[in-house]
Structure formats: C-alpha cells, structure tokens
C-alpha cells in the first residue's frame, strides 16, 4: 500500500459543479411531468429532495417545476419517480450537460 498522502481539492461541490459546461435544448424538455401522478403517489417531493442539481421545486399548489437547463444527467430522479409520474430521456445530441475536472 502506497503510504502518500491524497492531495484534498479545497473547492466546494458547489463550485466543481461550476467548472460544467451546459447547452441548453430551447426548442425541447428532456424532462416531462405528469401532475396528477406526482401528486397522488408523492413523487414530486421526492424528486425535489433527491436532485442533486437542484432542478426540481414544488409551488404552494403542490406543482412541480423542473428547471431542465441546470440536470447533471444523474438518472438519481428516474429511481424515486413513481411509475408514470416523470418521463425522463437523455437531452438530445449536442445538448445537455459537459463535465469538466476542474
Ligand atoms: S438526472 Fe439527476 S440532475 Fe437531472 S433532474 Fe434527475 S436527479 Fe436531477
């Protein structure tokens, strides 16, 4: 076993996130939301709390918003979402999220 220490990167999530490269799809959502089905089976609080990216908030009237332009393409939301509640496909070709060591 090597006895080196590990060099430990002072930046914050927060920040290595900034280091991403977002193209945003204008013309299409990759991410689609049924309503009713979030609500009746409570996917919809789930989703806001497991993102990492923070893409989804919920309104006072219990509506879902998903701000699409920020999602790392995790997937982390497909294994909370109650079947039939979210439809979620990778952005198309030349759009979506670009990571970066930063
Ligand atoms: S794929 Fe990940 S980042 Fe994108 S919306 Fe789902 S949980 Fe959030």
Not at 26 to 45: F, L, P, W, Y
Not at 62 to 84: F, H, R
Request: with cysteine.
């Amino acid at each position: 076993m090597g006895g080196g220490a590990r060099a430990v990167n002072p930046q914050t999530t927060a920040e290595r996130l900034g280091h991403n490269r977002f193209v945003l799809d204008e013309a299409e959502s990759h991410i689609e939301i049924d309503q009713e089905v979030c609500r009746r089976t409570g996917t919809g609080k789930r989703l806001v709390a497991v993102c990492p990216a923070g893409v989804y908030s919920e309104l006072e009237d219990g509506t879902i918003l998903a701000e699409y332009a920020a999602c790392l393409e995790c997937g982390t939301c497909l294994a909370v979402a109650s079947p039939g509640a979210l439809r979620w496909h990778y952005p198309r070709g030349g759009f979506g999220v670009g990571f970066r060591e930063g």
